[in-house]
């Protein structure tokens, strides 16, 4: 039996299964050290799609990992990025596939200096002085189609602050879009 908890039987039962993506942007309010800085506009416009609740379930699994990686970097539980969390989490931890986890965005995507600013998203100033950071660290919520949604987000204030999301929405352009 795995060691880690399946997300949707642990959070509040089946009825978190049918959940928004409004109501995921309210629930992430909640969580102390999960911001959430992006334009809720593009992950609003995911509820319209034809694969929206496999992509809302997979969307606040990974938030419920996102939320226990950060809780215990913050407290000083764990030292590590978020895939080495989803591949050796503790007993009791909300993970996800560590295969849904991108550490980092190609080398032709970093230099590109239009795909560069796409993934450059908005965090507070005590973050970064300039209050935008790149965030190629990403997560697969859907794939098969020309949308294939993504979560972009930078845990590198997380031993402070806690996990930044700056998007979700559908995949940013690359060398295959």
Not at 17 to 27: M, N, P, T, V, Y
Not at 120 to 142: D, K, N
Not at 163 to 170: A, K
Request: hydrophobic content about 35%; overall charge positive.
């Amino acid at each position: 039996m795995d060691r880690r908890r399946s997300c949707l039987a642990t959070e509040g039962g089946p009825d978190d299964a049918g959940l928004s993506f409004a109501q995921i942007l309210d629930r992430i309010a909640g969580m102390p050290h999960v911001h959430f800085t992006g334009n809720p506009k593009d992950t609003l416009e995911l509820d319209g799609q034809a694969y929206g609740a496999s992509w809302r379930r997979m969307t606040w699994e990974a938030l419920l990992a996102l939320r226990d990686f950060a809780d215990a970097a913050v407290g000083g539980r764990t030292h590590c990025d978020f895939r080495t969390w989803c591949e050796h989490a503790p007993y009791g931890a909300h993970t996800i596939s560590p295969r849904k986890v991108v550490r980092g965005e190609s080398k032709t995507v970093r230099a590109n200096p239009c795909w560069r600013r796409q993934r450059t998203f908005p965090v507070p100033e005590y973050v970064h002085p300039s209050r935008r950071v790149f965030m190629g660290a990403h997560l697969r919520i859907g794939g098969g189609n020309t949308i294939a949604p993504r979560l972009h987000y930078f845990d590198g204030a997380c031993t402070r602050h806690g996990v930044f999301i700056g998007y979700i929405g559908p995949h940013l352009t690359n060398t295959l879009t």
